[in-house]
Antibody
Framework: EVQLVESGGGLVQPGGSLRLSCAAS????????MSWVRQAPGKGLEWVSV???????HYADSAKGRFTISRDNSKNTVFLQMNTLRAEDTAVYYC??????????WGQGTLVTVYS | EIVMTQSPATLSVSPGERATLSCRAS??????LAWYQQKPGQAPRVLIY???TRATGIPARFSGSGSGTEFTLTISSLQSEDFAVYYC?????????FGQGTKVEIK
């Protein structure tokens, strides 16, 4: 059974950092592409970053230079390192498994709150 | 960036009735469009991909159509479990983008 479990969210002050984790089971993260998608409170979905099976990465403009996506194949886990956080980064962050280019499995999400 | 615009923002429908949701792209996305359903406190769930292919386990009352810039999700006979927010997503070009959502509520 495919499962994605995010962790690492929490409260952080502006300018701070957080590292989100997405532990996968039922498949190998190295064989698919994995994305982070976020949802601000009461708002819609926003794609943030992707890591391809080959290791290439891509970022939304809002994340470029501040966020880094990576993975540990031995732990079957994908990470999102978020630096220089801003209030507008407050959101539930979902990891999602790409199937072609749409998403067939999503985690339950982890809440990041940036407050001053 | 391709902007996805969904209409209406809210759709009030009685159980058993038909619901038609629209999604418009700011430029052609060919057939690279998916629909997701999201219920409060839950992650999105894929319903339709490649415009009209139902994902595994999705009931036949959900159908998708369209091409280019105009797309439609139709729910033929709304069930109680279908009241939720629906998002379209284009995956033709990076960044992938989602519509702002259509909330389907009970009339």
């Amino acid at each position: 059974e495919v499962q994605l479990v995010e962790s690492g969210g929490g409260l952080v002050q502006p300018g701070g950092s957080l590292r989100l984790s997405c532990a996968a089971s039922g498949f190998a993260v190295s064989n698919v592409y994995m994305s982070w998608v976020r949802q601000a409170p009461g708002k819609g979905l926003e794609w943030v970053s992707v890591i391809y099976s080959g290791g290439n990465t891509h970022y939304a403009d809002s994340a470029k230079g501040r966020f880094t996506i990576s993975r540990d194949n031995s732990k079957n886990t994908v990470f999102l390192q978020m630096n220089t956080l801003r209030a507008e980064d407050t959101a539930v962050y979902y990891c999602a498994r790409g199937s072609s280019a749409w998403y067939d499995y999503w985690g339950q999400g982890t809440l990041v709150t940036v407050y001053s | 960036e391709i902007v996805m615009t969904q209409s209406p923002a809210t759709l009030s429908v009685s159980p058993g009735e038909r619901a038609t949701l629209s999604c418009r792209a700011s430029q052609s996305v060919s057939s690279t469009l998916a629909w997701y359903q999201q219920k409060p406190g839950q992650a999105p769930r894929v319903l339709i991909y490649d415009v009209s292919t139902r994902a595994t386990g999705i009931p036949a009352r959900f159908s998708g159509s369209g091409s280019g810039t105009e797309f439609t999700l139709t729910i033929s006979s709304l069930q109680s479990e279908d009241f939720a927010v629906y998002y379209c997503q284009q995956y033709n070009k990076w960044p992938q983008t989602f519509g702002q959502g259509t909330k389907v509520e009970i009339k």
